[in-house]
């Protein structure tokens, strides 16, 4: 099944807000899991995090990336659009500031170079709804 209407409006409903989900990378060829505060916007899932981090160093190793949340998982890429307060992300770090209730509680720094948005951009996924699957291409 394509990505449709349908599909949009409950990945919208269901990941455009703060969601934890389990993001995993590889690293040497074994996974690693961790879980992350993720949020669904434009048919990408975006993550503010830390641009040091393990996540962010093997996704630029390999930034091929599988994220699984609320009876959702789906597989796709991930990659830094550098840092949040950057001029170019000025929009979309707008948009994550009223989706990621967390960013402006003092838990991240948004003004340092190191606090960088992950955009995932899944490929296929799987999702469950009120008893009916949906095999998404995106």
């Not at 394509?2 to 389990?22: C, W, Y």
């Not at 040497?28 to 899991?33: K, R």
């Not at 975006?46 to 040091?52: N, P």
Request: net charge negative.
């Amino acid at each position: 099944m394509q990505h449709n209407p349908e599909t949009e409006s409950i990945l919208a409903e269901r990941f455009g807000k703060d969601s934890v989900m389990a993001l995993a990378t590889l690293s040497d060829g074994l996974p690693s899991v961790r879980s992350v505060d993720a949020v669904y916007l434009g048919g990408a899932f975006y993550v503010v995090t830390d641009a040091r981090s393990n996540k962010i160093r093997e996704i630029g190793l390999c930034p091929s990336v599988a994220l699984a949340g609320d009876w959702f998982t789906c597989r796709g890429k991930g990659r830094s659009l550098g840092s949040f307060g950057s001029p170019e992300n000025k929009e979309l770090a707008n948009a994550l500031r009223s989706l990621l209730t967390w960013l402006d509680n003092g838990h991240s720094d948004l003004s340092d170079p190191d606090t960088v948005i992950l955009k995932i951009e899944p490929s296929a996924g799987v999702l469950f709804s009120h008893g009916t699957r949906f095999d998404i291409d995106f």
